[in-house]
Nanobody
Framework: QVQLVESGGGLVQAGGSLRLSCAAS????????MGWFRQAPGKEREFVAR????????SYADSVKGRFTISRDNAKNTVYLQMRSLKPEDTAVYYC????????????????WGQGTQVTVSS
């Protein structure tokens, strides 16, 4: 079992930055690939970024590429999402998730989820 707790969300003006954190319980964090997803009101949950276990290979949605950076610190059991140049369309609840496999881009690929943190970008 892995429990995930997100933090760092809030209200920011367009063009600003936020860093989300996701703290994981358990001693096996390093064996999980980690992802960030987001869900805006009335929309489906969508992939944002992921970082593999082992080789730390990263993937990003086209909409955030060049603006968001995912990273992990296995010693702290934490994954981060650094968000820059935020836009109003980035407004959503952001979720972190843990995947036993590699390279998953769909919510169904992930085994554990956090409760989410709200990010609101004002214009």
């Amino acid at each position: 079992q892995v429990q995930l707790v997100e933090s760092g969300g809030g209200l920011v003006q367009a063009g600003g930055s936020l860093r989300l954190s996701c703290a994981a319980s358990g001693r096996t964090f390093s064996t999980y690939s980690m992802g960030w997803f987001r869900q805006a009101p009335g929309k489906e949950r969508e992939f944002v970024a992921r970082i593999n276990s082992g080789d730390y290979r990263t993937s990003y949605a086209d909409s955030v590429k060049g603006r968001f950076t995912i990273s992990r610190d296995n010693a702290k059991n934490t994954v981060y999402l650094q968000m820059r140049s935020l836009k109003p369309e980035d407004t959503a609840v952001y979720y972190c998730a843990a995947d036993r496999g590699l390279d998953g881009l769909r919510p169904g690929d992930y085994d554990y989820w956090g409760q989410g943190t709200q990010v609101t970008v004002s214009s």
